[in-house]
């Protein structure tokens, strides 16, 4: 390997000139970032800046206007579908509310997923359920149903479950949504310690200040008045060290 190869970024994803929208609807346009492997990266910007659909177009969701977007050196859509779908089983979601079925234990959440895609025998799926649960500080609880559960341990079961199939990119939309101040920093926590320990790719959908500077790596700011990228680097570095107004309006934003 020469130096030069070195020298390049390890990406996980990466977007090449992506342009989004919605039926005449442009959302965002002109997104090129890298997001390197084993990195927490945040996808940050206002409200109706479009975090939530980049997201939908990094886990097959959402088909991009133009441009390429590159899932482990991949052209993602332009894949047949065939072929797609088993790039898309290295992704996994947690989404803002769960999204757990009420009706199944949490056992049975984070076991639907490997039945429906592996050949694991029961007794193996549950060793699996069992270690991801307690991978998230949620052992000997899996027999209890969403609804018994405080907001916060829905979350993380959330993210037991979309870890069930050993992904190499799992992605937050809006993590710390509807948690108290306590909640959300256990649930940063468990994002750090899980990156750490696993080596996994976090790709974080949020607005919220705290969470943004303890766990992010690397960033892209999202803007809704021109409808693509501002910038992107270190959150803490953009706080402290930006020119452009509207990135330090947001990450400065409360102070006095």
């Known amino acids: 390997m020469t130096a030069v190869e070195q020298d390049q970024p390890d990406f996980a994803i990466r977007l090449e000139q992506v342009a989004l929208g919605y039926g005449d609807t442009l959302v965002q346009q002109d997104l090129s970032f890298g997001i390197r492997r084993g990195d927490v990266f945040i996808i940050m910007g206002g409200s109706g800046c479009g975090k939530s659909t980049v997201m939908r177009t990094l886990t097959g969701l959402l088909a991009p206007r133009q441009g390429r977007v590159l899932l482990r050196d991949a052209s993602l859509w332009e894949l047949p579908e065939a072929h797609r779908a088993p790039l898309l089983r290295q992704v996994g979601v947690m989404y803002q509310s769960g999204a757990l079925w009420s009706s199944m234990t949490l056992n049975e959440n984070v076991a639907l997923p490997l039945e429906q895609y592996t050949r694991l025998t029961a007794a193996q799926i549950r060793a699996v359920v069992d270690y991801k649960l307690a991978l998230v500080g949620l052992a000997g609880v899996g027999g209890l149903y969403p609804g018994q559960i405080s907001g916060g341990m829905r979350k993380r079961a959330g993210v037991a479950r979309a870890m069930a199939l050993d992904p190499d990119i799992l992605f937050f939309d809006e993590p710390s949504a509807g948690l108290d101040p306590l909640s959300a920093r256990r649930l940063d926590d468990l994002i750090l310690e899980l990156c750490a ?13 705290d969470s943004i500077f303890l766990i992010g790596d690397d960033a892209v700011f999202l803007d809704a008045e021109t409808h693509t990228m501002l910038t992107t680097g270190n959150p803490r570095q953009l706080r402290d060290h930006s020119k452009i107004p509207e ?8 102070e006095s």
Request: proline share 0%.
């Open 247 to 254: 990135v330090r309006a947001f990450l400065r934003r409360g």
């Open 197 to 209: 320990s696993l080596g996994t790719t976090m790709v974080v959908i949020t607005h919220d200040l």
